[in-house]
């Protein structure tokens, strides 16, 4: 480990939080618009996308396999899909109850497609930093993102099972999940350059 403990459990917070922020209000969204029943299996997909997420990192770091930010990018085709097919169902009233129950995906399987469509940013942050950090640094960035992981997980469970946030979303979350899903995968895109890479 060629930075001290300090600056590694430093970088290794601030990587994490960057690239959590979005998957943490996606799955608030999701947790707040399903059925409570529901919550700990949304949380489990995003814990599992999550993972899926690091372990693809640490190998193409190990590997010395870099991917252009740009072909990162088309991870966010994914969220924009589920997004644009939620927007089309809202068109008749039996596709809009279907996205008002399902806010697009309310179980394991779509936490965790969401999670991992949603990571080209966390893949694009994380491959450098363990490349970089050595087989000490990455032990304690792995140690930071697994302590982040319960915390954030913990949040979610809390925050999309708090009544405000559940009546938010059950009055808005018929237009906001998908609108929210179309909004991350176009940022992705549009941060990793892939728009003018796919042009």
Same mark, same amino acid.
Do not use: W
């Given at each position: 480990?060629?930075?001290?403990?300090?600056?590694?459990?430093?970088?290794?917070?601030?990587?994490?939080?960057?690239?959590?922020?979005?998957?943490?209000?996606?799955?608030?969204?999701?947790?707040?618009?399903?059925?409570?029943?529901?919550?700990?299996?949304?949380?489990?997909?995003?814990?599992?996308?999550?993972?899926?997420?690091?372990?693809?990192?640490?190998?193409?770091?190990?590997?010395?396999?870099?991917?252009?930010?740009?072909?990162?990018?088309?991870?966010?085709?994914?969220?924009? *899909? $589920? +997004?644009?097919?939620? #927007?089309? /169902?809202?068109?008749?009233?039996? %596709?809009?109850?279907?996205?008002? =129950?399902? @806010? &697009?995906?309310?179980?394991?399987?779509?936490?965790?497609?969401?999670?991992?469509?949603?990571?080209?940013?966390?893949?694009?942050?994380?491959?450098?930093?363990?490349?970089?950090?050595?087989?000490?640094?990455?032990?304690?960035?792995?140690?930071?993102? *697994? $302590? +982040?992981?319960?915390? #954030?997980? /913990?949040?979610?469970?809390?925050? %999309?099972?708090?009544?405000?946030? =559940?009546? @938010? &979303?059950?009055?808005?979350?018929?237009?906001?999940?998908?609108?929210?899903?179309?909004?991350?995968?176009?940022?992705?895109?549009?941060?990793?350059?892939?728009?003018?890479?796919?042009?």
């Amino acid at each position: 480990m060629s930075a001290g403990l300090p600056a590694v459990l430093g970088l290794a917070a601030g990587a994490f939080a960057a690239t959590n922020i979005d998957n943490a209000a996606v799955t608030v969204a999701m947790i707040a618009a399903a059925p409570a029943e529901r919550a700990k299996r949304i949380a489990l997909g995003q814990v599992i996308g999550f993972l899926v997420i690091v372990v693809a990192s640490i190998g193409m770091a190990v590997l010395l396999f870099e991917i252009p930010t740009r072909v990162i990018g088309l991870f966010g085709l994914v969220p924009l *899909a $589920l +997004g644009l097919r939620g #927007l089309l /169902l809202l068109r008749h009233a039996e %596709g809009r109850s279907r996205v008002a =129950r399902r @806010a &697009v995906g309310s179980g394991v399987v779509a936490a965790t497609v969401i999670t991992i469509g949603a990571g080209g940013d966390n893949l694009a942050v994380y491959i450098p930093l363990f490349r970089v950090a050595g087989f000490a640094g990455t032990a304690v960035s792995l140690l930071v993102f *697994a $302590l +982040g992981e319960l915390l #954030l997980t /913990l949040f979610v469970l809390r925050a %999309g099972g708090h009544p405000r946030i =559940r009546h @938010a &979303v059950t009055t808005f979350g018929v237009f906001a999940a998908p609108l929210l899903y179309c909004a991350i995968g176009v940022l992705v895109l549009v941060e990793a350059g892939t728009l003018s890479f796919l042009g």
